[in-house]
Nanobody
Framework: QVQLVESGGGLVQAGGSLRLSCAAS????????MGWYRQTPGKQRELVAN???????NYADSVKGRFTMSRDNGKNTIYLQMNSLKPEDTARYYC?????????WGQGTQVTVSS
């Protein structure tokens, strides 16, 4: 079982930046599927970004050019750098990994962007 703990959320004004972190309880070096999702009340959880073991990233169109996902295998941590934040980025952000065909989720961290 992999435990994930997100941090770095908070309240920020539009145009500001936040950096989310997700610390894993086990080595992430061999994990190929890692990602960030977000969810607002009454809506489905949506993919924000994912990253492969080789570092290849994929982003939702709504965050391209503003968000950057990265991983540090030595620290068993993945990151989501969020710049030029917009009110519509307000959501609870979750990190997720898939290991041995099982998906694990963190508890999420709230991001609120004020206009």
């Amino acid at each position: 079982q992999v435990q994930l703990v997100e941090s770095g959320g908070g309240l920020v004004q539009a145009g500001g930046s936040l950096r989310l972190s997700c610390a894993a309880s086990q080595s992430i070096a061999g994990i190929n599927v890692m990602g960030w999702y977000r969810q607002t009340p009454g809506k489905q959880r949506e993919l924000v970004a994912n990253i492969a073991s080789g570092g290849t990233t994929n982003y939702a169109d709504s965050v391209k050019g503003r968000f950057t996902m990265s991983r540090d295998n030595g620290k068993n941590t993945i990151y989501l750098q969020m710049n030029s934040l917009k009110p519509e980025d307000t959501a609870r952000y979750y990190c997720t990994v898939v290991r041995t065909a099982l998906r694990y989720w963190g508890q999420g961290t709230q991001v609120t962007v004020s206009s």
